[in-house]
């Protein structure tokens, strides 16, 4: 038996909605959530046609064989910098016509593997051997408005696609759970005497892979206490654990630092959630968001064509802010990055643009203050791997987050510790 899709019924009236307009197709991507039982798909959004693909439809219909997956994998890597923690491009959708049916699932194949692959390389963090591996693949035929379900096991790409039931359900993400917490981060990456002479861009991606690590072994803490992580998130018998890492010590010849508050957010389904959805989701919103910014400033700096400074000089720039916006009839909100310079209606305009979906100004929450990316650079320095102060600590420092799980009924607050190297401060603050 093949896996269940539960979909929220707007996203079978978007589909019914779209119009082909003399195209020969229309692609995108299909978002949501996995759970071990099922899984569940809460927005659907269209890959925007290129300009030159407007011209040419004009004169004859596309053929599936045209589809560019460069152009529909690029999307789904936008798209996939505006989902929160716990959301996922689950698969991707084409909508045909009635004689291109029998064309659609060799096509269907290609893209969903390479769309995985593409957002796969961006990733700080890896999928589990738990979790599950399949993506789904569905055809729209906009003739009849019968739906083809299948899906790929996306760690096999000579797998062969299995029946999935879709299965329609009206405010499905009405009741999800909100988790929240601002993470004040302090990243300090030192530069050995090879690393120098990369790129900033490099030399900062190195450094996260390795803050990564130590924000995937926190040890995570629900109203003061260890979890079991089996347990249901609102339930469970509580644990007794104990972490710690220390600072350690290098010779280096200049330092990158990533400093600033950042605005976290996951979101998960309410049909009895695990502990360690909840921790899983929020440790990968954490790497996503910080890992987005700094990719987001650095494709900025290369549009602009701004030079990085000589070897004895600062740089300092300052990390693109997060706005969130909300999905009609759901506690589940979307987000993107703005820099100090940008509008409020270019925001709404790329929300648009990317989700296809109308977004009003008004509905823009601006999530966060200032972050600063600020890059040194000296000679002969000896600094901390772990730690920017100016002596390494003598003990562990606690770090902490704080996790407010939110529901219809109320609010539970949840507490994060992890004793991570001193390099990086968590702090918690309520409302």
Same mark, same amino acid.
């Given at each position: 038996m093949g896996r269940t899709y539960i979909v929220e019924e707007t996203v079978g009236q978007y589909l019914s909605n779209i119009?082909?307009?003399?195209?020969?197709? *229309?692609? @995108?991507?299909? /978002?949501? !959530?996995?759970?071990? !039982?099922? $899984?569940?798909? /809460?927005?659907?959004?269209?890959?925007?046609?290129? =300009? =030159? &693909? $407007?011209?040419?439809?004009?004169?004859?219909?596309?053929? %599936?064989?045209?589809?560019?997956?460069?152009?529909?994998?690029?999307?789904?890597?936008?798209?996939? #910098?505006?989902?929160? @923690?716990?959301?996922?491009?689950?698969? *991707?959708?084409?909508?045909?016509?009635?004689?291109? @049916?029998? =064309?659609? &699932?060799?096509? +269907?194949? #290609?893209? *969903?593997?390479? *769309?995985?692959?593409?957002?796969?390389?961006? #990733? +700080?963090?890896?999928?589990? $051997? =738990?979790?599950?591996?399949?993506?789904?693949?569905?055809?729209?035929?906009?003739?009849?408005?019968? /739906?083809?379900?299948?899906?790929?096991?996306?760690?096999?790409?000579?797998?062969?696609?299995?029946?999935?039931?879709?299965?329609? &359900?009206? @405010?499905?993400?009405?009741?999800?759970?909100? %988790?929240e917490c601002t993470v004040y981060i302090n990243i300090h990456v030192p530069l050995s005497t090879t690393s120098v002479s990369y790129t900033l861009e490099k030399n900062t991606k190195n450094g996260l892979i390795h803050w990564a690590k130590q924000i995937e072994n926190n040890i995570y803490l629900i109203n003061g206490q260890v979890k079991d992580e089996d347990c249901d998130l609102l339930e469970g018998q509580l644990l007794n654990s104990d972490h710690r890492s220390t600072a350690t010590v290098q010779i280096c010849s200049g330092s990158v630092n990533l400093k600033g508050a950042v605005k976290c957010r996951a979101y998960i389904h309410s049909n009895k959630p695990k502990v360690k959805d909840a921790v899983q989701a929020m440790k990968r919103d954490i790497l996503n968001t910080v890992a987005d910014r700094c990719e987001i400033l650095f494709e900025d700096l290369l549009l602009n064509e701004i030079p990085e400074k000589k070897d004895s000089e600062k740089e300092f720039h300052i990390l693109p802010h997060r706005v969130f916006v909300p999905i009609p009839g759901s506690t589940v909100m979307l987000c993107d990055y703005k820099f100090g310079d940008e509008s409020a209606e270019e925001i709404r305009d790329h929300f648009i643009e990317m989700l296809d979906h109308m977004i009003q100004i008004e509905d823009l929450e601006i999530a966060e203050e200032i972050n600063t990316a600020c890059v040194s650079s000296s000679m002969n320095t000896e600094a901390s791997l772990d730690n920017t102060d100016d002596e390494p600590p003598k003990q562990p420092i606690k770090t902490t987050i704080v996790l407010k799980i939110q529901q219809n009924i109320g609010v539970i607050a949840a507490f994060a510790v992890a004793a991570l190297a001193a390099g990086i401060s968590f702090h918690y603050f309520s409302d």
């Open positions: 119009s082909l307009q003399g195209k020969g197709f *229309v692609s @995108g991507l299909l /978002i949501g !959530q996995c759970s071990s !039982q099922k $899984d569940y798909v /809460i927005l659907a959004t269209r890959t925007p046609p290129k =300009e =030159e &693909q $407007d011209e040419s439809s004009k004169h004859s219909k596309a053929k %599936l064989d045209n589809l560019d997956e460069e152009w529909a994998t690029e999307h789904a890597n936008q798209v996939s #910098r505006m989902l929160p @923690g716990g959301l996922l491009v689950l698969g *991707v959708f084409i909508i045909t016509t009635l004689e291109m @049916g029998n =064309e659609f &699932q060799n096509t +269907l194949h #290609r893209l *969903v593997f390479a *769309v995985e692959k593409s957002m796969n390389k961006k #990733r +700080l963090w890896n999928f589990t $051997d =738990e979790e599950v591996s399949e993506r789904v693949t569905l055809h729209f035929c906009s003739s009849t408005k019968k /739906i083809f379900c299948r899906t790929y096991d996306i760690h096999n790409p000579k797998s062969s696609a299995k029946p999935a039931d879709w299965k329609y &359900q009206n @405010g499905l993400s009405a009741s999800w759970l909100s %988790l």
